[in-house]
């Protein structure tokens, strides 16, 4: 079964301190996307990444970077030099190949950055 | 990205009422999604609206309880009947970027059953 765990229910630092949020996956899918989502207080949910199965390459987008581990069946989340406005609850999220449009959240990690 | 709206942006509701949700898209697609994410938890997928077709239901959800219309490309309803405490929750619709894959969300319906 499909399934997402986030183990760290909240993390706090303090601003310009570098932070990684978990993420391990099970599927039995060889095909499969992975995502992570922010929800600011506000509560909308704000798309970060999509990765499949496929690329295991590490993803740099300014200050966040994602690292893919197949072999863990992990997904984390690094934020480089946080800042206060990086609080938020961070999903990750999986979806399979046999059906795509189901996204499987995980619990979610609450991230606190105080100034 | 979508643009996704949706309406009531929050309510406060009596038990044994019906509230309608609604999810307006700025551009035709083919999927929407209804999410349920209760005080403090996760997402969870309550349906998927094809336009044309009726929505079709995740194990725990059914039609009597969430019926959902999608009358158009680019717009859907979600209504909560006979609503109880356990209700009380954000509503969230999405829609399916099929150039990515991602789904992008709409800002939620804050729904408050007392």
């Known amino acids: 079964a499909q399934k997402v765990t986030q183990a760290q229910t909240e993390i706090s630092v303090v601003e310009k301190e570098d932070v990684t949020l978990d993420c391990v996956y099970e599927t039995r899918d060889t095909t499969y996307y992975l995502f992570w989502y922010k929800q600011p207080p506000s509560g909308e949910l704000v798309f970060l990444i999509r990765r499949n199965s496929f690329d295991e390459q590490n993803e740099i987008s300014g200050r966040y970077s994602w690292n893919f581990q197949k072999s863990t069946s992990s997904f984390n989340f690094t934020i480089t030099a946080s800042q206060v406005v990086d609080s938020a609850v961070y999903f990750c999220a999986l979806s399979e190949a046999r059906n795509t449009d189901k996204l499987i959240f995980g619990t979610g990690t609450r991230l606190q950055v105080f100034p | 990205s979508a643009v996704i709206s949706q309406k009531p942006s929050r309510d406060i509701c009596q038990r044994g009422t019906s509230l309608t949700i609604q999810c307006q898209v700025d551009?035709?697609?083919?999927?929407m999604f209804w999410y349920r994410q209760q005080p403090g938890q996760s997402l969870t997928l309550i349906a998927t609206a094809n336009q044309g077709s009726e929505a079709t239901y995740e194990s725990g959800f059914v039609i009597d309880k969430f019926p959902i219309s999608r009358p158009n490309l680019t717009f859907s309803t979600l209504t909560v009947s006979n609503m109880s405490p356990e209700d009380s929750s954000i509503y969230l619709c999405?829609?399916?970027?099929?150039?990515?894959?991602?789904?992008?969300f709409g800002p939620g319906t804050r729904l408050t059953v007392t």
């Open positions: 551009s035709q697609v083919t999927m």
């Open positions: 999405s829609v399916e970027d099929l150039g990515g894959g991602e789904q992008y």
